[in-house]
């Protein structure tokens, strides 16, 4: 399948006075229709680059295009129709509207980029609120429920628009094992049947280990990226152990012949 997001020579520098270089001219695509895990020590650039990727940021210098489009510099701001359509977001925290109640919510994108929902747009929030276990608080508001719930609610938000691409940051971390293996399974059905590209940063690696690919970044630089199904389960576990590093030139498990990871 065709790349949906490229970059060259990304670089994301803040301050001027002392500045502080964050991403260090990374070079690096997403397949379309693939769910890409982003692991890694804390402070090494991962949610930096999930901002930039996303449009929620702009890049300092380098190379940013998604689906055919060009973003390398510009307001941030002129994104937002494009974020609106074709992007849902979700974060480690849920960031609810309290006014609302918990089907209102996942509305909340349709309402802003289309107006109304429509019948089926509001079946649809309740089919994924189902999937999610969570169809029983649908009228209740933000405070009367629990933290898990309140992020499973965020991830129906996320995925109720049919998106493109969705970029989710530690999506599972305020979940239970059984909860965060519910909102898996639903955003790898939306890959299977939608093609929607899945971005997902994330400190659990049997969650990563889920993914199509895994790409590894350390002090702002890729230490290693490598498609899971290539190299395998057990030798992905080995390589996620390993503390060194090897870009896109992985080292083949035992009695096996090399193969070439995901592009970097």
């Given at each position: 399948?065709?790349?949906?997001?490229?970059?060259?020579?990304?670089?994301?520098?803040?301050?001027?006075?002392?500045?502080?270089?964050?991403?260090?001219?990374?070079?690096?695509?997403?397949?379309?229709?693939?769910?890409?895990?982003?692991?890694?020590?804390?402070?090494?650039?991962?949610?930096?680059?999930?901002?930039?990727?996303?449009?929620?940021d702009s890049p300092t210098a380098g190379e940013l295009v998604v689906?055919?489009?060009?973003?390398?510099?510009?307001?941030?701001?002129?994104?937002?129709?494009?974020?609106?359509?074709?992007?849902?977001?979700?974060?480690?925290?849920?960031?609810?509207?309290?006014?609302?109640?918990?089907?209102?919510?996942?509305?909340?994108?349709?309402?802003?980029?289309?107006?109304?929902?429509?019948?089926?747009?509001?079946?649809?929030?309740?089919?994924?609120?189902?999937?999610?276990?969570?169809?029983?608080?649908?009228?209740?508001?933000?405070?009367?429920?629990?933290?898990?719930?309140?992020?499973?609610?965020?991830?129906?938000?996320?995925?109720?628009?049919?998106?493109?691409?969705?970029?989710?940051?530690?999506?599972?971390?305020?979940?239970?094992?059984e909860s965060g293996a519910a909102v898996l399974e639903v955003m790898?059905?939306?890959?299977?049947?939608?093609?929607?590209?899945?971005?997902?940063?994330?400190?659990?690696?049997?969650?990563?280990?889920?993914?199509?690919?895994?790409?590894?970044?350390?002090?702002?630089?890729?230490?290693?990226?490598?498609?899971?199904?290539?190299?395998?389960?057990?030798?992905?576990?080995?390589?996620?152990?390993?503390?060194?590093?090897?870009?896109?030139?992985?080292?083949?498990?035992?009695?096996?012949?090399?193969?070439?990871?995901?592009?970097?």
């Amino acid at each position: 399948m065709a790349d949906i997001i490229a970059v060259r020579d990304l670089v994301k520098r803040f301050g001027d006075v002392v500045p502080t270089v964050v991403l260090h001219g990374l070079t690096v695509s997403f397949e379309r229709g693939a769910l890409t895990a982003v692991i890694g020590p804390s402070g090494s650039g991962k949610t930096t680059l999930l901002n930039i990727i996303s449009l929620l940021d702009s890049p300092t210098a380098g190379e940013l295009v998604v689906d055919g489009r060009d973003f390398s510099a510009g307001d941030i701001n002129a994104y937002a129709a494009y974020r609106n359509a074709h992007v849902g977001f979700i974060f480690q925290f849920h960031y609810l509207l309290p006014e609302f109640t918990a089907l209102e919510n996942i509305l909340v994108p349709h309402w802003i980029g289309r107006g109304r929902p429509p019948g089926d747009v509001v079946g649809k929030a309740r089919t994924l609120m189902t999937e999610l276990g969570i169809l029983h608080i649908r009228d209740k508001y933000p405070n009367q429920i629990s933290g898990g719930e309140q992020q499973r609610v965020a991830v129906a938000r996320a995925l109720v628009n049919e998106p493109r691409l969705v970029f989710a940051d530690e999506p599972t971390g305020n979940l239970d094992r059984e909860s965060g293996a519910a909102v898996l399974e639903v955003m790898s059905r939306m890959i299977r049947e939608l093609g929607t590209t899945l971005v997902m940063v994330t400190h659990d690696r049997e969650i990563a280990l889920k993914a199509d690919r895994i790409l590894e970044l350390v002090d702002g630089r890729i230490c290693k990226s490598f498609l899971v199904a290539e190299v395998g389960e057990d030798h992905a576990r080995r390589l996620l152990e390993d503390r060194s590093c090897f870009a896109d030139d992985v080292p083949p498990p035992a009695n096996r012949p090399k193969t070439r990871g995901g592009p970097a």
